[in-house]
């Protein structure tokens, strides 16, 4: 199911822009989901969390990686066999931000409604 995203889609750009330090996706995806203090205003006037799943949130990042939008960053540290990927902006990030109604659409599965879920759904219909 495609799903139209640009508003989530400027708001994960300036969120690694106004970080003080590089970021992982992890950190992105952490920080955008909690209303902690934090968090920036424009992420909590228009917080995920009711309309995106936490694999969703970085369904997003990920699409916007594959768009040349974000870039990823690989460190590797001296002596030690892991590296670390930060999450930075690209060129088109600046684009997306000057854009007033960015287009961003992203493949996202269709969420399985569960079975005590869909029987609250129906008993409430009858009602």
């Not at 989530?8 to 992982?24: G, M």
């Not at 997306?96 to 659409?105: C, D, G, I």
């Amino acid at each position: 199911m495609k799903r139209r995203v640009g508003k989530y889609a400027k708001d994960v750009v300036r969120l690694i822009q106004c970080a003080a330090k590089d970021v992982t996706m992890a950190q992105v995806v952490t920080i955008w989901r909690s209303n902690g203090e934090d968090t920036p205003d424009f992420v909590k006037e228009n917080p995920p969390k009711a309309d995106l799943t936490k694999d969703e949130c970085e369904r997003l990042v990920v699409a916007l990686i594959l768009e040349n939008i974000l870039c990823p960053k690989v460190v590797r540290i001296r002596n030690v066999p892991n590296s670390i990927v930060y999450i930075e902006c690209k060129e088109k990030a600046y684009q997306l931000l000057t854009s007033p109604n960015p287009k961003v659409k992203v493949r996202f599965p269709v969420r399985v409604v569960s079975t005590t879920a869909r029987k609250k759904k129906d008993s409430e219909k009858n009602k």
